[in-house]
Each structure stands twice: as structure tokens, then as C-alpha cells.
């Protein structure tokens, strides 16, 4: 158990300090956050402070580190983020639930956050900065580029690639041996059974409303 | 370790009954209640099935909680009617939550919610009463959902969404963060919503394509 800072204080930042103090992994002492984001002195009962002027008892000689944001930029952000606390030496902290099946002997890198529900498949490769949301699935053989973001419920079947920075959305499905490109969105729900080209965005059809008014249907 | 009595003597009073039945369970099962004119057969389940109009003594209000396990029929409304009924003849509603499920808000569950194994619920989702989470689905932070609302088996919800009372989610269906779904809504199985939906508005999935090639002609499978 080491003593750890978050970078961020919005939403991402609150379940990390959740998961963290709830398993005991790690103890968050304080969130850091850029100068020009500083609002308050506060979050979550402890310090924010600036990443600009880090007092001496939260530099990385004393804590551990760990960027708490979403997929802002693609996940350029928080990849710029991870990059500037480890340039200012910090040492970058992953959180595997306890409720997740982890089944892979390759063990996941840093910065990763994989959350209740989440299994992980014998021969998986999780690189650096992967979010692993709850109740999905990484199949066999399948490997997770760096600073990728995982919805909730989403399937990667065996054997895929997934690039870096790219976006999963919620219950998106990947079928095997696919291969998707550096910096690819696929929407809520989506589908995808090719190779996709970097920077590509696939969105699912959205469910059709039907004329229909629920309380004219006959059978629910 | 408190009777229940379950409302109902179909499908999901089965189910209900397991789950009542299993280790994790703070109840145990005293009888079945149905209205009177459901009345078939005197045993489910190997246990008593008695007429709402006439529950003997060891089954009611003061000796047992009750759970209404009734499905989505008439758009959940039924069974937030004999929810109602059971709390004016006195009962206590009782909920159960899956030792495999993991809860992690504190503003969940209410009363009379079913919420079955593998279902992941994160911080700060509200969760009314009369709730079915039918197991594998997930709700994300922040989400609350109404009074009610029948979630089926690996719905995906995230973060940040309203979905409004007496409304079902189907099989598989996923809702995109902050979206708001309405009031009595039937979100059809394997759905995608990305965008708020109206009250009583019925959504459903594309539906897949049968391929003009036969199973057996397939190369690659």
C-alpha cells in the first residue's frame, strides 16, 4: 500500500478515490490538478493542489501517482497526463478490482484502472493507461495498446488488436482476429467485424422508434 | 431469518423463490400468494399457494415480508399495482441482492428490487423500488433509475442516464451516458439508445440479416 496522488478531480477522479480507499490497494492523500484548473482547495475531503506547485509531501519522492480523466481528446489527454507525472517522476499505480477475473499471466501495465465485472482471458496483453470499465470481456490472445478506454460491457473476442488512445463505447463488440487502428471511436453498441484504419469512428444504428405507443402493445 | 411470502406462482416466482431460497438470502419462503381467481393449484414449489382475498394468519402482514414477483407485464404497471396492494394489506417489501452482484452505491436498492448475479452497479446510482436486474447488466455512476424498471440480462446503462419509472430495458440493450429514457418505456432487446426517448416510446434493434448461404456452406466456420 503506498500513498498515492490523483491527477484529475472530476468524475473519473471521484471513482478512483472510491475503488482505491474501498480495497485498501492504495491511500489517496491528495488530487492534483493544472494551475488553471484549480478551483477548489478541496475534493473529496482531501487536498487539490496545483500540478504547477506540488508541495513537498505530495512530489513523487513521497507518493505514487495515478491520472484519473476519461477519454477526453480521444485519450489524448490523459495520455499527455500520465506522460507529464511520470516526467515529473512519479511512479504510475494500476487498480484491479477484486471483482474482476483476471486470467492473464501477463500482468497489466501501468496507470490501468479495470473495474468490477471485467474478465480478462488467459494470454491478454494489457498495455499502459488501459480502463477496463465494468462487465466486459477481453478474450484470448487479445492485446490492448496503450492508453486505451474500454466501456462497460463491451466484448473483445480472441485473438484481436486493439490500437492505442482508442475509444470503446458501451457494449461494443469486436469480433476475433480483428484489428482496429491507433485512435479509433466505436460508438455505443457498435459492432465491428473488419479492420478499421486509424482515427476511424463507427457509430451502431440506433434502435428504431416505433409508431406504436408502449401501451398499445399487445404482448408486455 | 424473516417468512416471505411471494406474490405470484409464475415464472419469476419461481425464480424469485431460488434465489430466496440460497445462502445469501436473509428470508425464507413461507407460500405463494395469487389473487383469487389465479387460484389453480393448492402447492408450488412444494410450498402452500394461498388467495390474496384470504391469507391465513401464519402468512400475513405481522408473521411474514412479502416479494411481488411479477414480470413486465403491462409495462411493469402490474406489478407495481401488487406492490402497492401488498404495502395497504401491511407487508414489508424485502429485496434481494445476489452475493455474486456487486453494489457499490449507497442509495441502492429500495424495496421489492431483484437484483441478480453478475450485476455491477457503481457509485451513485439510485435505484428505486419494485427494480428487476435480471444479472450481467451494468449500471454506471451517477445514473438513477425509476421505480419499477425491469432490467434484463446484460442491459448496459451508463453513466449519467435517467431512466424513468415502469420502464423495460431489454436483453442486451445499451443506453448511452446521460441520455434520459422515459416513463414506461420498452427498450427492445439488443437496442442501442443514444438519445433521450419520449414517455411510452417503444424502441427496437435493427434486426440481423439471414445470410443467403446455408451454415454448412460457410468456409470459415
Known sequence: ?220 | MANLVIFGAGALAELAHYYFGRDDSAHRVAAFVVDGEYLREDRFRGLPVVAAEAIPPEFRADRCLAFVAIGYNNVNRLRAEKCAAMRDAGYTLASYVSSRAVVLSDRAPGWNCLILERATIQPRVSLGNGVMMMGGGSIAYGTTIGDNVYIGRLAAVANDVHVGANTFLGVGSVVRDRVRIGRNCVIGAGAVIVRDAEDDSVYVAPRAEKSRVPSFRLRRL
Not at chain 1, 506522460?83 to 471483482?99: E, I, K, N, Q, T
Not at chain 1, 473483445?156 to 482476429?177: K, M, P, Q, W, Y
Open chain 1, 1 to 220: 500500500m503506498a500513498d498515492i496522488v490523483v491527477f484529475g478531480a472530476g468524475a473519473t477522479a471521484e471513482l478512483a478515490n472510491f475503488y482505491f480507499s474501498r480495497d485498501g490497494a492504495h491511500r489517496v492523500v491528495a488530487f492534483v490538478v493544472d494551475a488553471g484548473h484549480l478551483r477548489e482547495d478541496r475534493f473529496q475531503g482531501l487536498p487539490v493542489v496545483a500540478a504547477e506547485s506540488v508541495p513537498f509531501r505530495f512530489r513523487a519522492a513521497q507518493c505514487r501517482g495515478f491520472v484519473a480523466m476519461g477519454y477526453g481528446k480521444v485519450n489524448r489527454l490523459r495520455a499527455e497526463k500520465c506522460a507529464a507525472m511520470r516526467a515529473a517522476g512519479y511512479d504510475l499505480v494500476s487498480y484491479v478490482s477484486p471483482h474482476a477475473v483476471t486470467m492473464s499471466e501477463y500482468p497489466p501495465g501501468w496507470n490501468c484502472f479495470i473495474l468490477e465485472g471485467a474478465m480478462i482471458q488467459p494470454g491478454v496483453r494489457l498495455g499502459n493507461d488501459v480502463q477496463v470499465w465494468p462487465n466486459s470481456t477481453i478474450a484470448h490472445g487479445a492485446t490492448i495498446a496503450d492508453h486505451t478506454f474500454i466501456g462497460s460491457r463491451v466484448t473483445v473476442a480472441g485473438n484481436v488488436h486493439v490500437g492505442e488512445r482508442c475509444f470503446l463505447g458501451i457494449g461494443s463488440t469486436i469480433r476475433d482476429h480483428v484489428r482496429l487502428g491507433a485512435g479509433c471511436v466505436v460508438g455505443a453498441g457498435a459492432v465491428i467485424l473488419g479492420n478499421t484504419e486509424d482515427n476511424s469512428v463507427y457509430t451502431a444504428p440506433p434502435a428504431k422508434k416505433h409508431d406504436t405507443p408502449s401501451f398499445r402493445l399487445r404482448r408486455i
